[in-house]
């Protein structure tokens, strides 16, 4: 089971960057898929997250109208687009698999705990 994000690097502020996180080694479309970033010296926040058809979203408050996650089943690929990005916005984003097939997330806050396999992360700097 492997799980890839890519597509960080430096962005300036107002900027936007699109995420790609690559999964292999599972049935990928059997799965909600959950964004995650950490900032250096703090925990791990949630992003948002998308249900296994990728007919829903569900996104932290800190993300609401400026991220947007959606899915490709047939690539086996999750997205992360983030938009108006600014310099709090700087962290490694990675991107975790449901913690099994019938689980679903529909809240604005989850702890890594709360969802199984993750990935190496990608990081996002946001400075001029």
């Known amino acids: 089971v492997q799980l890839q994000a890519s597509g960080g690097g430096l962005v300036q502020p107002g900027g936007s960057l699109r995420l790609s996180c690559a999964a292999s080694g599972f049935t990928f479309s059997a799965y909600a898929m959950g964004w995650f970033r950490q900032a250096p010296g703090k925990e791990s926040e949630f992003v948002g997250a998308?249900?296994?058809?990728?007919?829903?979203?569900t996104y932290a408050d800190s993300a609401k109208g400026k991220f947007t996650i959606s899915r490709n089943n047939a690539k086996n690929t999750v997205y992360l687009e983030m938009n108006s990005l600014k310099p709090e916005d700087t962290a490694v984003y990675y991107c975790?698999?449901?913690?099994?097939?019938?689980?679903?997330?529909?809240?604005?806050?989850?702890?890594?705990?709360?969802?199984?396999?993750r990935g190496q992360g990608t990081l996002v700097t946001v400075s001029s």
């Open positions: 998308i249900t296994k058809s990728g007919g829903s979203t």
């Open positions: 975790a698999a449901g913690k099994s097939p019938r689980t679903y997330y529909s809240g604005t806050h989850y702890s890594p705990a709360d969802f199984g396999v």
